[in-house]
């Protein structure tokens, strides 16, 4: 439920922009892309170039790559149900999906999807048709999707028991904010990206390059 409430955030910071509100709920119809969608808002009120705005769209939903691999063997047998729950994976319906039992996952897949997707959706209707009054209402709403992802953090570590993840993003969020402070976001995602795909690649292959250097000697 807490799509709920990141979608209505969306939908008056989107408001406040001065987007279009067909064009808001159409993203979130259509795009449904949570922190890309926060990310598009400042990028569409400036008119963007598009070289700049698919290459940042690459960079934050690049995730979504990692996120599909471990859901392979859990995805719905039919393919247009395949097809729609890759299309809406979003960190939100990862870190359900793979708090629930392995062996219910396919079965629950595409009605987790269609739930989230539905919150999402009402959500952003909600900040559309309140955006004007809300603003005054409730202050610093942009926090919405950072406090929701610091929710899914502590639900996936109290599932899992594993620091790790937490640890690369807080290094890769610092890194970035010395190397590259004007893209923030896109460098940390970055750089985690890369230390995941690493430590992924030593645990699979824990001794594959010292053998080989070991069998050239």
């Known amino acids: ?22 064009l808001v709920i159409a993203m979130s119809v259509f795009i449904f ?6 990310a598009a808002v400042p990028l569409l009120a400036v008119a963007t170039g598009l070289g700049t705005f698919a290459l940042t769209t690459l960079l934050i939903n690049l995730r979504h790559v990692l996120y599909a691999i471990p859901l392979i063997g859990y995805l719905p047998a039919r393919s247009w149900s395949r097809a729609y729950v890759l299309a809406a994976l979003t960190d ?15 079965r629950f897949a595409t009605a987790v999807t269609l739930i989230n ?23 610093n ?33 610092c890194a970035a904010k010395l190397l590259a402070t004007n893209y923030l976001l ?15 690649f030593m645990r699979t292959n824990p001794s594959g390059a010292f053998a080989g250097r070991k069998r050239d000697e």
Do not use: C
């Not at 359900?96 to 039992?101: D, G, K």
């Not at 539905?118 to 209402?137: C, E, H, M, N, R």
């Not at 570590?157 to 290094?171: E, I, K, Q």
């Open 92 to 106: 939100e319906n990862y870190s359900v999906l793979t708090t629930i039992p392995a062996d219910e996952r396919r």
């Open 1 to 22: 439920m807490g799509y709920l409430p990141t979608g209505f955030a969306f939908g008056v910071l989107a408001m406040q922009a001065g987007l279009s509100p067909v």
């Open 141 to 173: 709403l942009d926090f919405a999707l950072p406090s929701l992802f610091t929710i899914l953090a502590i639900e996936q570590y109290l599932s899992r028991r594993r620091f790790s993840p937490a640890v690369v993003g807080v290094v890769a969020y």
């Open 186 to 200: 896109i460098t940390a995602l970055g750089i985690s990206l890369a230390a995941l795909l690493v430590r992924a």
């Open 117 to 139: 997707h539905g919150y999402w959706i009402g959500g952003t209707v909600l900040g559309v048709l309140l955006g004007k009054q809300a603003a005054s209402w409730i202050p």
């Open 33 to 38: 892309a949570g922190a890309l969608q926060f």
